[in-house]
């Protein structure tokens, strides 16, 4: 390469250089300076649309909420807990397993040991709850499930809008607020007291500031390189510029510290979502014409990445646990003084203070139990049976003992409160899967690889734990990225999906320019046809009926399922013919 081209030698006038920057934004996803890829029509029917789904959720999700009024499943442990939380500051060991569940709901707390409980997992998510328990009362089974209730609600709002951002079409976001919204186990992993629900909040929290991210870096690399130094070819500095400041970054690594704050699991995400963000990067750093995108990306948008996501995540988590260094009772407490004393050696972390070194050791012991957890259970399954949907967990199945009364005389009657998805919701998914992945890898849409992230970072790390015992209810945690394929899928084949970027009129390529497009001496001195003369056109999505039949088609479908199978979503008092009918699988019993 000569000297000539090494080295910048100019910068554009700033209409040419306006008009670069439109350029660039249309390569990158991005709609022309002071303009929006959506009208003002088209943003007011989507904020329509988030609130009616919104409203939706709330009502299936807090009517009768208090009921059953016992502890059920797993709300043995994680109500008790921050129960203890509140009253105590610490979670103390509850004597006696789920024998003195009715007790505890009535108010009895004298069964809590004072010594602290060896929980495994972090305290962030009980916490959380507890601050239903102290609004509503600690024996309130309302209060029990109040936050994790409202954190299923406004996931869902959060889905509307991530919808909409991705597709550019608020009909296509309203069918997936509805997916979400009226899906089994969306619903009744809101209204039991455990840390799923919360888990999968945070991490789609974690998503949607992602794609904030994603906007916020691209608009500011396309103006800085627009307005930046140029080569005599025309094309950019080779690094091109920094842009180290991403604050929607730092969001992105508090929204995931704080759902690895409620469940280990939420760490698959920030490993995700940290590798898409560096691919993002590298993209658009290819796509402005950078001569070294590859180290560019490397230096210039990964290590930022890093250095925003990471740190913030591992410190958000660390705070997460700010009532088990503040209180000496909490399980784990005085094992580093101890071997200090005899063997300072075995410390994990010797420069840091007891209480690092005990959390350290607590950790270890809580890594243990998770790849030892390998006991059978009646409702354990896989995780490629949950996009399926094959072995749902009954959280509420009283004893007939305890049904009496509750009958006509003579007939049998249940109440049952069973995780299984609304079935259009997941196997349309399924069908719509198949869609993303072809996409993903033929036409390499960014949108259908930002879905896919959400199936990697929520559900293919449970493959590498083929002898753990675990559950279907935890595919909650990518419930929202199923409602996604389910849209993408319904969108790419009705042709409603929005642009995943502006259209230019070809004139100049997209990966380079050359003398033929731009010219040496015009590009520097004078108008250069190829920015000042080059009109940047974009387009919309419109939507037509046939886009409008198909949503309303699966919405419809969709809302019948969810009316047929909410009774036993929340525990109803059915017949036991009408509970049998919506057994359609032998494995759902």
């Known amino acids: 390469m000569s000297e000539k081209l090494s080295e910048p030698i100019g910068r554009l006038p700033r209409e040419c250089a306006e008009r670069y920057e439109d350029e660039l934004r249309g390569r990158l996803g991005l709609a022309p300076r002071g303009l929006e ?37 797993d709300e043995t442990y994680y109500v008790k807990g921050a129960n203890s939380l509140l009253r105590l500051g610490y979670e103390a060991d509850w004597q006696g397993g789920t024998e003195f569940d009715a007790a505890f709901a009535a108010g009895d ?16 998510g009980k916490w959380i709850m507890a601050i239903g328990q102290a609004i509503f009362g ?11 209730a409202l954190a299923g609600t406004l996931a869902v ?4 809008r991530i919808a909409l951002r991705l597709f550019l079409n608020p009909w296509l976001a309203g069918v997936a607020g509805i997916a979400m919204a009226l899906d089994g186990m969306g619903i009744t992993l809101s209204r039991i007291g455990i840390l799923d629900n919360l888990l999968a909040f945070f991490v789609l929290a974690g998503f949607w500031a992602l794609l904030r991210d994603r906007d916020w870096t691209r608009e500011r690399l396309a103006h800085r390189v627009a307005f930046g130094p140029v080569h005599a070819d025309g094309r ?30 939420g760490i698959y995400a920030v490993a995700v979502f940290g590798l898409v963000a560096f691919a993002w990067g590298m993209a658009a750093r290819h796509a402005v014409g950078l001569r070294l995108w590859v180290g560019a990306a490397v230096f210039q948008e990964g290590i930022p990445a890093f250095v925003h996501l990471v740190p913030t995540a591992a410190a958000t988590y660390v705070a997460s646990w700010f009532s088990w260094f503040r209180d000496s009772r909490s399980w784990g407490h005085g094992w580093a003084a101890g071997v200090r004393e005899s063997t300072p050696e075995a410390l994990p972390f010797p420069w840091l203070p007891n209480s690092f070194n005990d959390l350290a050791h607590y950790h270890s012991q809580m890594w243990d139990f998770h790849n030892g957890l390998s006991t ?34 003579g007939e049998r009657c249940v109440q049952a409160v069973t995780s299984v998805g609304n079935p259009v919701v997941w196997w349309l998914a399924l069908l719509a899967l198949v869609v993303v992945l072809w996409v993903a890898f033929t036409r390499f849409d960014w949108r259908a690889w930002a879905i896919l992230s959400g199936y990697l970072a929520m559900a293919a790390p449970w493959s590498l734990y083929m002898d753990r015992t675990i559950f279907q209810f935890y595919a909650v945690a990518f419930l929202p ?48 046809p190829g920015i000042c003369a080059y009109p940047v056109r974009w387009w919309r999505c419109r939507i037509s009926r046939r886009t409008l039949a198909a949503c309303g088609a699966v919405v419809v479908l969709i809302i019948l399922a969810a009316m047929f199978w909410y009774p036993i979503w929340t525990g109803q008092t059915v017949s036991y013919e009408f509970w049998r009918l919506h057994m359609w699988l032998p494995s759902w019993i």
């Open 376 to 409: 059978p259970h009646t409702y354990q399954s896989s995780v490629w049976q949950w996009f399926v949907q094959w072995r749902p967990v009954s959280f509420w199945w009283p004893t007939s003992e305890e049904m009496a009364g509750q009958c006509p005389s």
């Open 157 to 160: 709002a959060l889905l509307v």
């Open 109 to 124: 707390f004298s069964h809590t040991s004072p010594a602290g409980d060896y929980v495994v997992h972090p305290p962030l």
């Open 37 to 73: 890829w959506l009208t003002r029509s088209e943003k007011r029917l989507g904020w329509w649309i988030t609130g009616a789904v919104t409203l939706i959720a709330a009502l299936t999700r807090f009517f009768r909420l208090g009921f059953p009024d016992r502890l059920m499943f």
């Open 138 to 148: 600690e024996t309130s089974p309302f209060g029990w499930r109040f936050m994790v």
């Open 481 to 528: 990225f199923v409602a996604l394929a389910l849209t993408y899928g319904l969108g790419f084949i009705t042709g409603a999906l929005g642009a995943p970027h502006a259209r230019g009129n070809g004139s100049v390529r997209a990966d380079r320019y050359d003398d033929a497009a731009w010219g040496h001496a015009d590009f520097i001195r004078d108008e250069p």
């Open 236 to 265: 950019p500095a080779a690094w091109g510029p920094r842009v180290w400041w991403r604050p929607w970054m730092l969001a992105t690594g508090v929204f995931l510290g704080l759902a690895c704050g409620v469940k280990w699991s």
